[in-house]
């Protein structure tokens, strides 16, 4: 079974950076657009930021300007840097992919996510 496995989290004062990395392995044949959500407390999983296979980037309106996402193909990695980080950016942070996978000798798409990792900003 692939897996997501984040890591980079932390705790950074306001205005400070942090960057966050996510890795997949397993049976991977071949992996689409890969994500950024994050979930504070007491409020629903948002995006944050995707790209796709080919590079191309869509952030929410609330993180244009000082995340960006990025991803290595041959690595199987999505990377998040975040810079200029405000206390509203704190929450757990969640790598996502659609991964198509070989399982069993036959092959199919599944949804993964990571398990998760915090950051925390605050003075």
């Known amino acids: 079974q692939v897996q997501l496995v984040e890591s980079g989290g932390g705790l950074v004062q306001p205005g400070g950076s942090l960057r966050l990395s996510c890795a997949a392995s397993?049976?991977?044949?071949?992996?689409?657009?890969m994500a950024w959500y994050r979930q504070a407390p007491g409020k629903q999983r948002e995006l944050v930021a995707s790209?796709?296979?080919?590079?191309?980037?869509n952030y929410a309106d609330s993180v244009k300007g000082r995340f960006t996402i990025s991803r290595d193909n041959a690595k199987n990695t999505v990377s998040l840097q975040m810079n200029s980080l405000k206390t509203e950016d704190t929450a757990v942070y969640y790598c996502?992919?659609?991964?198509?996978?070989?399982?069993?000798?036959?092959?199919?798409?599944?949804?993964?996510w990571g398990q998760g990792t915090q950051v925390t900003v605050s003075s």
């Open positions: 790209v796709t296979r080919s590079g191309r980037t």
């Open positions: 397993g049976s991977i044949v071949d992996i689409g657009d």
């Open positions: 996502n992919a659609g991964i198509l996978e070989m399982v069993g000798g036959r092959s199919g798409v599944y949804d993964r």
